[in-house]
């Protein structure tokens, strides 16, 4: 059984950083591709960044390069590191994994089947 556990959420004032991890146990970390979307009050889900099994990223437009998402194969571990937070990226973070995702689709929620339990991220303006 596929299991996804983040970490690394908090309270942050605007202009700082947080560095999410997600531990993926019990599937093909290898060939998945992972990463991460986010939920703020009141809207829908959102793309944030994945990582393929070739380690190449896709971010969506709002990270601005402040965000960089990388992957440790040892550990089974995705990170999410985020710079220059805006009150704007507070949310619920969850972690995604799958090994099926087709490269048009990584950007859709509905392509991911594990998803984390997700973790706070607020940013106080």
């Known amino acids: 059984q596929v299991q996804l556990v983040e970490s690394g959420g908090g309270l942050v004032q605007a202009g700082g950083s947080l560095r999410l991890a997600c531990e993926i146990s019990?599937?093909?970390?290898?060939?998945?591709?992972t990463g991460w979307f986010r939920q703020a009050p009141g809207k829908e889900r959102e793309f944030v960044a994945v990582t393929n099994r070739y380690r190449q990223p896709t971010y969506a437009d709002f990270v601005k390069g402040r965000f960089t998402i990388s992957r440790d194969s040892a550990k089974s571990t995705v990170y999410l590191q985020m710079n220059s937070l805006e009150p704007e990226d507070t949310g619920v973070y969850y972690c995604v994994a799958d090994e099926h995702v087709i490269f048009s689709s990584r950007r859709m929620s509905a392509a991911y089947d594990y998803w984390g339990q997700g973790t706070q991220v607020t940013v106080s303006s």
């Open positions: 019990g599937g093909a970390f290898m060939r998945s591709t």
